[in-house]
């Protein structure tokens, strides 16, 4: 009888052991395929075109306010794509490792929750959403909007939905498992209200011209990084599999 709690109590290390050797980027396979295509592109742009062709390409594959302030037949076909695929382009190599290292960080939890279909239509949504948001408050705006930020913000607002579990911190290997909080109880977890507070003091100093990030990354479009988690945050109960609990987790 007395070898029970000891067997039970092994078996608990055992768990607690496997989940400490996993490693930081045992990342789902979605996931690697997404930064595998994000790179290539930005090889293609950057290395493998002439200077008309990058600019024909980026032009055609980038989102412009300008686009949607005018009738749609004078302005071609890009108006279909673009709404997605500026996500898909990066301006430099600060830009594109930004991107992926926070996409590494907050994708990771929402693929292994949600599986690669509702993801990729997750990044369709949610880019789309970010670019309108930014042409907004831009309307007839003929700058270029590109990068995959949106996206990573609308990941980062799913996340506080679920991967921060009460009492702890931001748990990137096993937040898929934990109960998706309501929105308003997302809000009574004060690790999520901390993060987002500071995410959002972030994007709007931006906003008012302080440089939080390296020069070379250029204009950052802190309005399409809010819509993008607005989206996120909002709506991620639509893409979510997993029905919702009001039962905390048992912490180890």
């Not at 067997?7 to 980027?25: I, L, M, N």
């Not at 996206?151 to 579990?165: D, E, H, I, N, T």
Request: proline fraction near 6%.
């Amino acid at each position: 009888m007395d070898d029970e709690p000891d067997k039970a109590e092994e078996r608990q290390e055992t768990e607690e052991g496997d989940k400490r050797s996993q490693p930081v980027f045992n990342l789902p396979r979605s996931l690697v395929v997404t930064l595998a295509l994000l790179a290539g592109i930005y090889v293609i742009q950057e290395y493998l075109l002439d200077e008309d062709a990058r600019a024909y390409f980026i032009v055609n594959l980038a989102f412009t306010p300008l686009r949607y302030a005018y009738p749609l037949a004078e302005q071609g076909f890009a108006w279909l794509w673009t709404p997605v695929t500026y996500s898909l382009l990066h301006g430099s190599i600060e830009h594109i490792l930004f991107n992926a290292l926070w996409l590494m960080a907050f994708g990771a939890p929402v693929v292994r929750r949600i599986g690669t279909f509702r993801y990729v239509v997750f990044w369709i949504l949610s880019a789309v959403v970010s670019a309108f948001f930014h042409a907004l408050l831009n309307w007839g705006n003929e700058t270029l909007l590109i990068g995959a930020s949106g996206v990573v913000s609308a990941l980062m607002g799913a996340a506080c939905r679920f991967a921060f579990p009460p009492r702890r911190g931001y748990d990137r290997t096993h937040g898929h498992l934990y109960p998706r909080q309501s929105i308003l109880g997302a809000f009574r977890n004060r690790t999520v209200v901390i993060f987002t507070a500071m995410w959002l003091i972030g994007n709007l100093l931006i906003a008012f011209g302080v440089t939080l990030f390296g020069a070379d990354m250029g204009p950052i479009a802190w309005d399409a990084h809010i819509g993008g988690f607005l989206f996120g945050f909002l709506l991620f109960g639509f893409f979510d599999p997993v029905p919702p609990s009001r039962m905390p987790l048992t912490q180890p």
